[in-house]
């Protein structure tokens, strides 16, 4: 059977682009009720986007670009769904 590697699909605007690689390096996540991006605040994964960054710029932005658009992407998201309930303590 022939494999071929998966291509990222087209994003049309650097902060669609920056969303997608950090959800799939595992630094956001979706809130499993209401789909709000949650940061996941684990270091090792904002690295690993933040190198895909600097090294597979989408079209149009240079590495410092990229990164500085993943990092105001991180800045926006919180590490809580803005519609759950906050837990009884």
């Known amino acids: 059977m022939l494999m071929t590697k998966q291509r990222r699909p087209a994003i049309r605007t650097p902060r669609g682009w920056a969303i997608s690689v950090l959800q ?3 630094a956001i996540h ?3 009720d209401h789909g ?3 940061d996941r605040a684990d270091p090792h994964a904002r690295q690993h986007a933040l190198d895909i960054a600097r090294q597979e710029p989408p079209e149009g932005l240079s590495p410092d670009q990229a990164a500085a658009e993943l990092r105001d992407v991180l800045n ?3 590490d809580t769904c803005p519609e759950c309930l906050p837990s009884p303590d």
Do not use: H, P
């Open 24 to 26: 799939e390096t595992g």
């Open 30 to 32: 979706e809130c499993e």
């Open 36 to 38: 709000w991006s949650k």
């Open 76 to 78: 926006s998201i919180g």
